[in-house]
């Protein structure tokens, strides 16, 4: 009972400063995301070095990882003087993590250069992308999406789940919850439709949250495979009863590139008609 309590707190805590921090301003998702991502990059680095073998340099990681997602976003304003050059900082990050292997003499230079590389593709990218998606609506909608296909796959894979997904990785994933999760998170984006002034239409917004569903539930996958790999069960202890920043977004991780890639073909359609 007192993990449930804990583990419910948790969670409404963190909906709480998500839908907030989305919600509030340009400038509050921005930040929200920024600490996000450094939290996240942090963990990976760190979970890599305790049980890969490797020695990534979790400090200048990191810090190319927060200049990643703030050059990425500035390319959102394009009229602001100079916006392009705050992809410099990362750039150079990137070049010191590189040269750095030639002198410190580590065992595993190669994977040194691939778990690092990796925080900056598999983790900041993704968020980094997050302010080019779309307005808070669309970004907070990704989220919703997710959550809702979470939920409704719970519920429908213990009510009726019997045929496993991915057992190798997952083994308590099943067709059955993924589709009721997905038919929630669809039934979603009808309501989304109908409540929000998104130029987007409601089989638009269909798609959307089908593509949210199934990216997401790859993503879900790849960081099982990731721990699995590592032999640990939680990514971290950051969110009493939830784990760590890669449990909590280990599906948003390729559902935000996906959506990104949707959007920008659906947007491209719509000039192209015009």
Not at 114 to 139: E, K, N, R, S, W
Not at 149 to 167: E, Q, V
Not at 214 to 223: N, P, Q
Not at 243 to 270: E, H, K, N, T
Request: aromatic share 10%; proline share 4%; net charge neutral.
């Amino acid at each position: 009972m007192k993990n449930l309590v804990l583990r419910t707190a948790t969670g409404v805590a963190f909906v709480a400063v998500m839908v907030g921090g989305i919600l509030h301003s340009t400038l509050s998702l921005w930040a929200l995301f920024l600490c996000v991502t450094v939290l996240t990059v942090w963990e990976f680095t760190g979970l890599v070095n305790a049980h890969a073998g490797v020695q990534v340099n979790r400090v200048v990681t990191t810090a190319a990882a927060a200049f990643l997602y703030v050059g990425i976003s500035a390319l959102q304003t394009p009229d602001a003087p100079h916006a392009r050059l705050l992809v410099v900082p990362w750039l150079l990050s990137v070049v010191w993590l590189m040269a750095e292997e030639l002198y410190l003499q580590r065992d595993n230079p190669l994977g040194n250069w691939a778990f690092a590389m990796l925080a900056q593709v598999y983790v900041a990218l993704p968020f980094a992308l997050l302010p080019l998606v779309g307005d808070a609506t669309i970004v907070l909608a990704v989220f919703l999406f997710l959550w809702c296909s979470d939920t409704g796959a719970y519920c429908t894979g213990s009510l009726i789940g019997r045929h496993k997904l991915f057992p190798r990785i997952s083994p308590g994933k099943t067709w059955e919850g993924s589709i009721g999760g997905g038919v929630v998170a669809i039934a979603a984006s009808q309501l989304m439709a109908y409540m929000s002034d998104s130029a987007l239409t409601p089989l638009t917004w269909a798609a959307m949250a089908l593509v949210v569903v199934v990216a997401g539930t790859l993503g879900d996958l790849v960081e099982s495979l990731f721990k699995r790999r590592l032999g640990v069960k939680d990514s971290g202890n950051i969110l009493p009863g939830h784990g760590g920043m890669l449990d909590r977004f280990d599906s948003s991780l390729l559902a935000i590139p996906a959506v990104w890639a949707f959007l920008s073909l659906v947007y491209a359609q719509c000039l192209n008609k015009c």
